[in-house]
Structure formats: C-alpha cells, structure tokens
C-alpha cells in the first residue's frame, strides 16, 4: 500500500503563497499518477491539479495560472505551489495517488489525510 502524508497548510493573507507538500511511501512517486483536491466546507471534494507520471499536468481553471504541481522523485515528495491565494482557495487539500490515472476525478485509491489552507 501507498501511504501519504501532507504538510505545509496553513493561514495566510489573500495575494499571500504556500507550498503543499505530500510525503509518500510505499511506492516510488515517478511510477504514480498523482493528483491535489480539496473541499471546503459544505462543498463537494473537487479536484485541483494533477501529474501524470510522464510530467504531463492539468489543473482545475479555478487555479490554473496561480498553482503550480511537481515532484521530486529522489525525494518521494509531491508538491503544490500556490500563489496569488484567494479566500475562495480555503479549504481542506488532499494528495492522492493511483498506478493508475484518474485525472482530476476522484477515483484514486490512496489518500493522504489533509492539510488545511485559509486565506483570508
């Protein structure tokens, strides 16, 4: 099994940064499709970004300009860096990983536990 662990969350001003980042183990993240969601309260999960294992992305339009996913393979560590936060980014996030790819759909097997972003 494929264990995942995010950090980085946290408050931060609107216009402010933050760096996600998603910890896993149990499998290499270069043979991974991994993806960032996140849900806000009252709000259904919805996906964010998404890296496919060949460096392919795709984001959700709501960030796309602002977020930037990577991963560093010597590490096991994916990220999400966002910048020019609005207070409609505040929500819980999520990693997710599959052998499989799902995109931005929400049929990943392996979840990380969240991380809390507010912007306020």
């Known amino acids: 099994d494929v264990q995942l662990v995010e950090s980085g969350g946290g408050s931060v001003q609107a216009g402010g940064s933050l760096r996600l980042s998603c910890a896993a183990s149990?499998?290499?993240?270069?043979?991974?499709?991994m993806a960032w969601f996140r849900q806000a309260p009252g709000k259904e999960r919805e996906g964010v970004a998404y890296?496919?294992?060949?460096?392919?992305?795709d984001y959700t339009y709501a960030v796309a300009g602002r977020f930037t996913i990577s991963k560093d393979n010597a590490k096991d560590t994916l990220y999400l860096q966002m910048d020019s936060l609005k207070p409609e980014d505040s929500a819980m996030y999520y990693c997710?990983?599959?052998?499989?790819?799902?995109?931005?759909?929400?049929?990943?097997?392996?979840w990380g536990q969240g991380t809390q972003v507010t912007v306020s």
């Open positions: 997710a990983a599959d052998q499989y790819a799902f995109n931005l759909g929400n049929a990943y097997r392996y």
């Open positions: 149990g499998s290499a993240v270069s043979n991974l499709y």
């Open positions: 890296l496919a294992t060949n460096g392919g992305t």
